[in-house]
């Protein structure tokens, strides 16, 4: 991780992360720091708040665990991933010092030149994930972009992420890769015209005779 912060970062990697049972720290005790706990018990993290005041949705959370009391120079060096969120710049700015000195990754919200990382706009559809990022110049672009996702994206597109799962096994299991060029054809407007018409049998063979798979008579 770099040492000082860079407030223009040159092709950032995009990542999702597994945070099942990490312990994260989330600094502040406000509507935006709830906002942020809450993203991150859906990710199935460990969160601990730390915050002298912390809003209902925070404090009467049995999932989280809150010191109640100001944060501590240094103590972020015990978690994986960090969120600031207080509102105060010499609070969020130790909070980022500490971080990059213990090599943990932190959002400082509303603050990308203290961020080392930056959160999306996030569309969620079961297993589908669709994000929007602008590196974190303009979290209200990424917001409006999401909500114009949010329309285009139904129910239908997280059921063919399923059949597209049940056919990578598939093919993994018969050629031993999942790469094929026939990914093109497979994921296509007949597609979703056969799933949005409920007819998931035929989506299947669909799925499977643009991939060249043969159907078991077994």
Request: some cysteine; charged content about 25%.
């Amino acid at each position: 991780m770099p040492s000082t912060a860079n407030p223009d970062p040159v092709n950032p990697y995009p990542v999702n992360l597994d945070l099942t049972g990490r312990r994260t720290l989330v600094v502040g005790g406000g509507p935006v720091a709830a906002r942020k706990v809450r993203g991150l018990l859906a990710a199935g993290a460990q969160v601990t708040v730390v915050a002298p005041d912390a809003i209902d949705e925070i404090a009467d959370d049995h999932r989280v665990r809150w010191h109640q009391r100001p944060y501590r120079r240094g103590e972020v060096a015990s978690y994986r991933l960090a969120v600031t969120a207080t509102g105060d710049s010499t609070v969020d700015g130790q909070v980022f010092w500490d971080a990059e000195a213990a090599d943990v990754w932190l959002n400082s919200a509303d603050d990308p030149e203290h961020c080392s990382f930056t959160l999306p706009a996030v569309t969620t559809r079961d297993d589908l994930q669709v994000t929007v990022s602008t590196n974190g110049r303009s979290p209200a672009v990424a917001a409006w972009l999401r909500r114009t996702i949010d329309a285009a994206v139904g129910p239908e597109h997280a059921t063919v992420v399923s059949l597209a799962a049940e056919a990578r096994a598939e093919l993994r299991s018969a050629t031993g890769t999942s790469e094929s060029p026939g990914w093109v054809d497979a994921l296509d407007d007949t597609l979703l015209d056969l799933v949005r018409g409920g007819d998931l049998d035929g989506a299947r063979d669909h799925l499977r005779t643009a991939l060249g798979l043969v159907e078991s008579t077994a």
